[in-house]
């Protein structure tokens, strides 16, 4: 049975780490020949601390199999607007394709707009198919992210 639940990033974090280092960064990551994903825990569980994140867990039968975290902030450009990010978002492939990806993004959206948040953004990798996913879900596309990172520059020199 699909659960989803929100839950303490203390709790979710020893069982989010393999499926965080073991398939999401190695499918999200770019330039990760050159960097590797290593996330910053002690400041994710001081935002979990002082309430400034969700963590949404998927979970077939106890077992975690996506996750959807994400910031509430106040955004400095919209002043009065209640903003969040989705900062990581992942379910295992073989759960992909029904509808419990669907499920997640609009659990994680519904327990945000209980708490006041009036705009969800994230990003989504031009080289998966999840943008498809976000229209389906109502999104719509503001912009797109660029980046020029000195680590691949560095060694694109190289080679």
């Given at each position: 049975m699909i659960t989803y639940t929100f839950e303490r990033w203390e709790t979710l974090w020893p069982e989010m780490e393999p499926l965080m280092y073991g398939l999401h960064a190695p499918?999200?990551?770019f330039f990760q020949e050159h960097m590797q994903v290593k996330l910053?825990?002690?400041h994710h569980q001081k935002?979990?601390?002082l309430g400034y994140l969700d963590n949404l867990a998927v979970r077939d039968d106890g077992k975690l199999i996506g996750y959807c975290i994400t910031g509430k902030y106040n955004n400095p450009h919209f002043v009065g607007v209640r903003t969040a990010y989705q900062?990581?978002?992942f379910l295992q492939k073989n759960y992909r394709?029904?509808?419990i990806g669907k499920t997640?993004?609009?659990?994680?959206e519904q327990h945000l707009k209980v708490q006041g948040i009036q705009c969800v953004s994230t990003g989504?990798?031009?080289?998966l198919p999840y943008a498809a996913v976000f229209h389906k879900l109502g999104w719509t596309e503001v912009e797109t992210l660029f980046a020029k990172c000195d680590v691949a520059d560095r060694y694109s020199r190289i080679a």
């Open positions: 499918e999200v990551s910053d825990v002690e935002m979990d601390d900062l990581h978002y394709g029904k509808g997640m993004f609009r659990t994680a989504a990798k031009k080289s």
